[in-house]
């Protein structure tokens, strides 16, 4: 087993979502993107193209048209840390004092059990939605402080924050991941597996606590695991997967915060080594 887990810490490799295309101007609110994408979907279906590929470059050069920037997803994660991001312009984050989180909203959460016939349980939804909150806050709280309770807001210039979990998928069972990573380390080798594949996304609305004005919108959807390595150190849990991509969007949704701040900010995230 030592000589598997070796094998496995000195090739392991991080993998992101899977690659589609995104349209990035943070100054259009989501509401103005969806207007836009459905303009420029009317314009390709009125040429009536056969071609795919072409259909894509014609809808591709309407969204630039109207000031978009067109790149891969990937590439939307490393300019901008999300799939889809708006800004208030000329918004001064450095009045806020403090920001206050309110309780993760559930309402329209989709939980895959990656298990046949497999429903989650009230306890498990509530379970993910208290270590969403539990993370957020300590990401966010290493930028600004995170005020508990709404009372603590009397008197001070805060933030709000509002968050939607939409959908998780629990990992797979350790032991049969741990049998499957096994097999490949057994002559002949053969190349690593994918991390666990499921569909995980959020959105969060930043808004001036007083007057509800939306300051900040972002919005997020993975197909694969985005903070974790194949192998290590940490027990298993059924929910891992979904906790690392909570603490990804913790870290990148900390960092967008602290730079519009104009303040410094380390990144919490890590290699997390898993223990099957």
Not at 140 to 147: A, K, P, R
Not at 148 to 171: I, T
Request: hydrophobic content about 40%; some cysteine; proline content about 4%.
């Amino acid at each position: 087993m030592k000589k598997i887990y070796y094998l496995l810490l000195s090739t392991m490799v991080l993998s992101g979502c899977a690659a589609k295309m995104a349209y990035l101007n943070t100054q259009k609110p989501p509401g103005e993107v969806k207007k836009d994408k459905a303009d420029c979907q009317a314009v390709v279906d009125s040429f009536d193209l056969k071609d795919a590929d072409l259909k894509q470059r014609k809808f591709n050069q309407c969204m630039k048209d109207k000031g978009y920037n067109v790149v891969t997803e990937d590439t939307a994660k490393k300019v901008q840390g999300f799939g889809e991001l708006w800004i208030k312009p000329q918004t001064d984050f450095k009045v806020y004092e403090a920001v206050y989180i309110d309780k993760v909203d559930l309402s329209q959460l989709k939980v895959d059990m990656r298990l046949p016939e497999s429903k989650a349980n009230e306890a498990d939804i509530n379970n993910l939605g208290e270590e969403m909150l539990r993370r957020f806050s300590g990401a966010l709280g290493s930028v600004m402080q995170v005020i508990p309770d709404q009372k603590d807001a009397v008197g001070k210039k805060v933030l709000y924050a509002g968050l939607k979990l939409n959908k998780v998928s629990r990992a797979q069972s350790g032991v049969s991941v741990a049998l499957q990573v096994a097999g490949h380390f057994v002559p002949p080798f053969t190349p690593l597996p994918d991390p666990p594949v499921g569909t995980f996304s959020f959105e969060a609305v930043f808004a001036d606590y007083s007057s509800k004005e939306e300051l900040i919108i972002v919005s997020d959807e993975c197909k694969k695991d985005e903070n974790a390595s194949l192998a290590g150190l940490e027990k298993y849990e059924r929910w891992k997967h979904a906790y690392n991509i909570m603490d990804y969007w913790a870290d990148h949704l900390a960092a967008l915060l602290a730079k519009e701040r104009n303040s410094k900010y380390k990144s919490r995230l890590g290699i997390k080594l898993i223990d099957f």
